[in-house]
């Protein structure tokens, strides 16, 4: 059976700035082990940190009601509120959209869903750059793809945390999960955090989970349908909320 490893090599727009220092690996490889000095300081938001979360959250809250409140389609200034929404929403260091300079790699004949597979295939790109193991390994590489691949990619440095060389532990390979897989995880996150007990916890997500009679394994949740729940829960209390709303009628009267 022939595996197909796709690969790409993607090139890394700087904007005119000096990365030396970002790919070279003696400097990432200095910042190792600094987490465990970190305190709470170093990730307490600021002030005006606090303040743009909260107005996202608010915008993101009103954007929901808006969009699922019942017989919300039938609003005459629907779109002109979703339009305010939108734009209330606060902005920090947007990033312009730019075309990515993709270039074919070739198909790899290696199963790169395993530990033995993902150190098979960076030896094989290795390889097929012509550089040799040392210029390979000497400057931190951006190893983009799947959950599994970087989960794989750190149990192999776990696993050959002995070896002496950059190349043989491989250290030189920075993992970095593509955005897809984040929402992945995150989604597989709150499902083990919030899921609670359908018995105990009538509001629970188990309990929706139960009541809109899905069938899918909590250990190992498919994204869609965990999306939707997670979903379907948030929009349900928003609405429960806003029902006792004193304010709603004034709402409903005012669209």
């Given amino acids: 059976m022939i595996h197909a490893t796709n690969v790409a090599i993607l090139r890394l727009d700087t904007n005119g700035l000096d990365v030396s220092q970002a790919i070279h690996l003696l400097t990432m490889l200095d910042l190792r082990g600094l987490r465990s000095k970190a305190t709470i300081t170093d990730i307490m938001p600021s002030v ?31 779109g002109e ?11 920090n260091h947007p990033l312009k959209p730019q075309k990515t300079d993709a270039r074919p790699f070739g198909a790899i004949d290696v199963n790169e869903g395993s530990k033995r597979g993902i150190v098979d295939v960076l030896k094989e790109i290795g390889a097929r750059t012509s550089l040799t193991t040392q210029e390979w390994s000497s400057k931190t590489r951006l190893i983009l793809g799947d959950w599994l691949t970087s989960s794989n990619l750190c149990a192999v440095r776990r696993d050959r945390f002995n070896e002496q060389s950059a190349y043989g532990n491989l250290s030189y390979a920075k993992e970095l999960s593509q955005p897809w897989h984040f929402a992945l995880q995150a989604t597989h996150t709150i499902i083990r955090t919030h899921l609670g007990d359908a018995v105990q916890d009538p509001t629970s997500l188990s309990a929706h989970k139960d009541l809109l009679r899905r069938i899918w394994d909590v250990n190992k949740p498919n994204y869609a349908a965990a999306k939707s729940l997670i979903r379907h829960s948030l929009i349900a209390r928003l609405l429960h909320i806003v029902m006792y709303a004193p304010s709603f009628e004034s709402l409903k009267s005012a669209c």
Wanted: proline share 5%; glycine share 0%; net charge negative.
């Fill in 48 to 78: 005006e940190d606090n303040a743009h979360i909260k107005k996202s959250f608010t915008c993101l809250i009103a954007q929901l009601i808006v969009l699922y409140c019942p017989d919300s389609e039938e609003w005459t200034r629907r």
């Fill in 81 to 91: 509120m979703l339009e305010k929404v939108k734009e209330m929403m606060p902005q």
